[in-house]
T-cell receptor, first 115, second 116 residues
Framework: GESVGLHLPTLSVQEGDNSIINCAYSNSASDYFIWYKQESGKGPQFIIDIRSNMDKRQGQRVTVLLNKTVKHLSLQIAATQPGDSAVYFCAENMGYGGATNKLIFGTGTLLAVQP | GAVVSQHPSWVICKSGTSVKIECRSLDFQATTMFWYRQFPKQSLMLMATSNEGSKATYEQGVEKDKFLINHASLTLSTLTVTSAHPEDSSFYIC????????????FGDGTRLSIL
């Protein structure tokens, strides 16, 4: 039978350009959001986080924007470098009234940086 | 800081074998650790939340008798895949969190499990 391949959304950018990776989250009650970078064969690496009482947070070369009205999160990477090539996941923290919180991951975006 | 170590990184074994994967927080204590499963080109799916000194909380659809979790200390959680079969082949990743809510989870580098 025919096999169906799974394809990650891919963002291809030129080295030195800025990258914007978008994510839609599901739960309006989520109070904390994280962006992770995952290189092939490795676990996710923390990039930046933002709490729901903020709409923007900046790190080194990265900025996260949060729009709670439309449940949208974005990660901006300035001056993208070949080492930024990886899969990027957003994750929302779903709390349970003080019980153990858990993260729900988005589907991921493959960032491919062209030299 | 906040380093999570996972062992082994890769294991190949025969069908019917039980496999144990260790997850250690090296420089912090973790009352809560998490186990995820990831298929190729897919996202991470939470399997269970491991609580030190108590029973793990499993996500819907995850068989607790198939995936045994033990969190006997503040720095170690183990996942045992019992009587593994080819369909259990996957990338298993653990994470741990420093402190309580609104802190990032820190991930190990995963275990590639291949069942022949």
């Amino acid at each position: 039978g025919e096999s169906v391949g799974l394809h990650l959304p891919t963002l291809s950018v030129q080295e030195g350009d800025n990258s914007i990776i978008n994510c839609a989250y599901s739960n309006s009650a989520s109070d904390y959001f994280i962006w992770y970078k995952q290189e092939s064969g490795k676990g996710p690496q923390f990039i930046i986080d933002i709490r729901s009482n903020m709409d923007k947070r900046q790190g080194q070369r990265v900025t996260v924007l949060l729009n709670k009205t439309v449940k949208h999160l974005s990660l901006q990477i300035a001056a993208t470098q070949p080492g930024d090539s990886a899969v990027y996941f957003c994750a929302e923290n779903m709390g349970y009234g003080g019980a153990t919180n858990k993260l729900i991951f988005g589907t991921g975006t493959l960032l491919a940086v062209q030299p | 800081g906040a380093v999570v170590s996972q062992h082994p990184s890769w294991v190949i074994c025969k069908s019917g074998t039980s496999v144990k994967i260790e997850c250690r927080s090296l420089d912090f204590q973790a009352t809560t650790m998490f186990w995820y499963r990831q298929f190729p080109k897919q996202s991470l799916m939470l399997m269970a939340t491991s609580n030190e000194g108590s029973k793990a909380t499993y996500e819907q659809g995850v068989e607790k008798d198939k995936f045994l979790i033990n969190h006997a200390s503040l720095t170690l959680s183990t996942l045992t895949v019992t009587s593994a079969h080819p369909e259990d082949s996957s990338f298993y990743i653990c994470s741990a969190k420093v402190g309580s809510s609104n802190q990032p989870q820190h991930f190990g580098d995963g275990t590639r499990l291949s069942i022949l």
